[in-house]
């Protein structure tokens, strides 16, 4: 293993595999539809490949605090909210979870900031509801 393997963050990695897959694996999406579960693929896969231009935790920080809001705007757009509440939420919960976080101040920030900002995104959302295929959950 190289030196700079060495130094490399494991939040890096375990973002996607124990944050995302984990948050994933407890979904139920059996009464979701075909387009819903291609849509929650395709939100997943955007989650997942924004791991590759990772190169420090500032990019994971910066992630966590810009380009995820992104994805979950994007996403309330496609699935129905309640999937993607949980969805997000218990990703940014179970990173919480990992010692890499809960010592980095940086990150932990980053992702309380995230789910309060969630809150703002998905008021936002619910007020312009009326276009939205969707409709959301009372």
């Not at 124990?18 to 979904?27: E, P």
């Not at 387009?35 to 490949?49: A, G, K, V």
Request: charged letters at 30%.
């Amino acid at each position: 293993m190289s030196a700079s393997a060495l130094n490399i963050n494991p939040l890096m990695y375990r973002f996607v595999r124990y944050c995302l897959n984990r948050a994933y694996l407890g979904l139920d999406d059996s009464k979701s539809s075909a387009d819903e579960r291609y849509s929650l693929e395709t939100i997943l896969s955007i989650i997942r490949q924004a791991e590759d231009n990772w190169k420090d935790i500032s990019n994971i920080v910066d992630f966590i605090s810009n380009e995820l809001l992104k994805i979950y705007g994007e996403a309330l757009e496609r699935l129905p909210d309640k999937i993607v509440d949980k969805l997000f939420e218990k990703v940014l919960n179970n990173c919480k979870e990992l010692d890499e976080v809960k010592t980095d101040p940086r990150v932990l920030n980053a992702i309380n900031n995230a789910l309060e900002s969630m809150k703002g995104i998905k008021k936002k959302f619910l007020e312009g509801s009326k276009t939205r295929i969707y409709e959301p959950s009372a």
